[in-house]
């Protein structure tokens, strides 16, 4: 079986968050460096929203610095963190969804067949496309989803940072792939016979 | 393997967790089922589509807001765990003794005890007992500010201003709000003015005291031009929780039409259409009305004006 760097240097980023136990803001600062840009694009890919996934991650490192003292050491410090922006995630969404209900016309629809032949209007198309199928999915198989192929967790991490068992990460990612290849296979992605 | 399997085993394979037997079994299956390998050829294809969906970056400004933030806090958690901690009974016994002495010398000295301090006034104190706030109108710079608010619902402000000063008193008093509003324009740091709008936003409003002029011009003051959207938000939110008058009105409207933040031109239509409920008002109703229709708008910003405006007696 192979086997997973996952993350990259977990005892460098203990370090870190003692430092942050100390009052050391260059502890918070280096975190930042290191996980900004993958807590970045996972909130962006949980809310669909670039204000709200960096208010969001801006939120977990707020909590982190807080929290530092918390921390227990059984799980990765990256783990811990995808945790938390998991949470946050959430929360902000129950929040904007008891606030509104977003209209279906504020959601770019996917192109129609045989739309697209200039190359980058065909690949802002096809990106688009794939947001909305991610759109698509339950906020559960969204996030193991996402954890997986966007920032290649092993199942194990994603169980720990979502609070759920290994089984019951494979059925969320499982679910979330047929539900995908489903709308991609009815024809909705027809950028891919515009390409 | 089987067929009903084709998918778990393709996906561990994709994720890099699966052993090699299983590996062997997938490749093993595919080549002699033809439905399978169409299958796993739509099963991989989706799962490459999915790279098509870029990485929201960092940018530099996000990077520089978030930096500072994160200082602020730091500094602020530093300031906390080194706060001087109790001092032994015994000291503080002795130096209780001497104030009370003091205390009873200056009165006796006074003419004899009689004056006593009108409950619930502000009081202020200092390292050397220095009674009065600092001449604001000079903007003076404060720091190590602290608040809290006790179980009367007094308000207490500690500060340095060359010597360490607490001022302590309801929120509606004269000085506490004087105080309350300079902290609020004055304050450097995205921290700090959070902290402050908190404790207006836990103090003043519904069924508590009524803020200040000075207080509401400073929240208007910060929705309009704090460059964090987190303490534009927080002050928009303060305002919302206040009883609507012209001012407050102006400043979400402002909001509404200008803040790059989608997070507070939501605070600011919830705000204005909770006011046009009670008395709509012409400029409310055609800035949620634009806000509606505007197609270049953050969906759920329309989408709260289009329910605000329906909910609108008109």
Redesign the interface.
């Known amino acids: 079986?192979?086997v997973?760097a996952w993350p990259a240097d977990d005892s460098g980023d203990k370090s870190l968050l003692e430092r942050?136990r100390r009052?050391?803001?260059g502890g918070?600062?280096e975190l930042?460096e290191r996980y900004?840009?993958a807590l970045?694009?996972f909130a962006?890919?949980m809310l669909s929203?670039?204000?709200?996934?960096?208010?969001v991650?801006?939120e977990v490192?707020?909590k982190v610095?807080?929290r530092a003292h918390q921390y227990d050491g059984r799980a990765a410090v990256a783990s811990w963190l995808f945790a938390i922006a998991a949470n946050a995630c959430r929360d902000r969404r129950r929040r904007?969804r008891r606030?509104?209900?977003?209209?279906l016309d504020?959601?770019g629809e996917l192109p129609a067949a045989g739309v697209g032949a200039e190359s980058r209007l065909a690949?802002r198309e096809?990106?688009a496309a794939?947001?909305k199928a991610?759109e698509g999915l339950s906020e559960e198989q969204r996030e193991a989803l996402v954890l997986?192929?966007?920032h290649?967790l092993?199942?194990a991490e994603i169980a720990r940072v979502l609070g759920i068992s290994v089984g019951a990460v494979?059925t969320r990612?499982?679910r979330a792939?047929?539900n995908?290849?489903a709308r991609?296979?009815e024809g909705e992605?027809s950028w891919?016979a515009a390409n | 393997m089987e067929c009903r399997e084709l998918t778990e085993y393709a996906l561990g394979r994709l994720l890099g967790e699966a052993p090699s037997r299983e590996r062997k079994e997938l490749d093993a299956h595919v080549a002699g089922c033809a439905s399978c390998r169409a299958e796993l050829a739509a099963l991989e294809e989706t799962w490459e589509t999915l790279g098509a969906d870029l990485d929201l970056p960092v940018t530099p400004e996000f990077r520089a807001r978030t930096v500072e933030l994160l200082e602020d806090e730091t500094a602020r958690l530093r300031i906390r765990s080194f706060r001087p901690g109790a001092r032994s009974p015994r000291v503080l016994a002795q130096a209780a003794a001497i104030l009370v002495a003091a205390a009873l010398g200056y009165v006796a000295a006074k003419g004899g005890i009689g004056s006593v301090t009108k409950a619930g006034n502000a009081s202020a104190s200092t390292g050397n007992a220095a009674p009065s706030l600092p001449d604001l109108s000079k903007n003076p710079r404060l720091t190590n500010v602290s608040y809290r608010t006790d179980s009367d619902g007094r308000v207490a402000i500690e500060f340095d201003a060359t010597t360490h000063r607490s001022i302590t008193g309801p929120p509606d008093d004269p000085r506490v709000s004087s105080l309350l509003a300079y902290l609020l324009s004055a304050n450097e740091t995205a921290g700090e003015k959070s902290r402050a709008i908190e404790l207006v936003s836990q103090n003043f409003g519904p069924g508590a005291a009524v803020a200040s002029p000075e207080i509401v011009r400073a929240l208007a003051t910060t929705v309009r031009r704090d460059r964090n959207p987190g303490v534009r938000k927080k002050a928009a939110e303060a305002l919302a929780s206040f009883r609507s008058t012209a001012e407050i009105r102006a400043a979400l409207l402002a909001a509404l039409a200008n803040d790059p933040n989608p997070g507070v031109r939501l605070v600011a239509v919830d705000a204005l259409a909770a006011a046009a409920k009670e008395a709509p008002d012409p400029k409310t109703i055609q800035s949620l009305r634009e806000k509606a229709f505007d197609p270049s708008e953050n969906g759920f910003v329309r989408a709260r004006a289009a329910s605000a405006l329906k909910a609108i007696d008109l």
């Open positions: 079986m192979s997973k942050l009052g050391d803001a918070a600062e930042f900004a840009p970045l694009k962006d890919r929203d670039r204000e709200s996934a960096e208010e991650t801006q490192f707020v610095i807080s904007d606030a509104a209900v977003v209209p504020s959601v690949s096809r990106r794939v947001r991610l997986a192929r966007y290649g092993p199942y494979k990612i499982f792939v047929e995908l290849k991609f296979s992605a891919n």
